[in-house]
């Protein structure tokens, strides 16, 4: 009975930035679990954005390095997601993710417009 929801997403002008927010509920492990982003365009398939292990240790992919940031906070079980400098391409549905057990949120849009 995990529980994640996102929030934050919308409609941005290319080279604009939004904070995407996940959070966690019903779980007393949030501070050891690996979360993740992942992004699903329309047709598409979906692809990891961004990891970050309990302790802090991140990845990106190689399609946001640079632009993307993943953090986390235990206290409030709250995973985020800061996307800077935008690009139409980024527009997808974007899902907060437990790695293991493979868990999903309802996944948040994110359009950007040119």
Same mark, same amino acid.
């Given at each position: 009975q995990v529980q994640l929801v996102e929030s934050g997403g919308g409609l941005v002008q290319a080279g604009g930035s939004l904070t995407l927010s996940c959070a966690a509920s019903r779980t007393s492990l949030f501070s050891m679990l690996t979360m993740g982003w992942y992004r699903q365009a329309p047709g598409k398939q979906r692809n990891m954005v961004a990891t970050i292990t309990?302790?802090?240790?991140t990845r990106y992919a190689d399609s946001v390095k640079?632009?993307?940031?993943?953090?986390?906070? %235990?206290?409030?079980?709250?995973?985020?997601?800061?996307? %800077? %400098?935008?690009?139409p391409e980024?527009?997808?549905?974007?899902?907060?993710?437990?790695?293991?057990?493979?868990?999903?949120?309802?996944?948040?849009?994110?359009?950007?417009?040119?």
């Open positions: 309990g302790t802090g240790n640079g632009r993307f940031t993943i953090s986390r906070d %235990n206290t409030s079980k709250t995973v985020f997601l800061q996307m %800077n %400098n935008l690009k980024d527009t997808a549905v974007y899902y907060c993710k437990i790695e293991t057990p493979s868990t999903w949120g309802q996944g948040t849009q994110v359009t950007v417009s040119s």
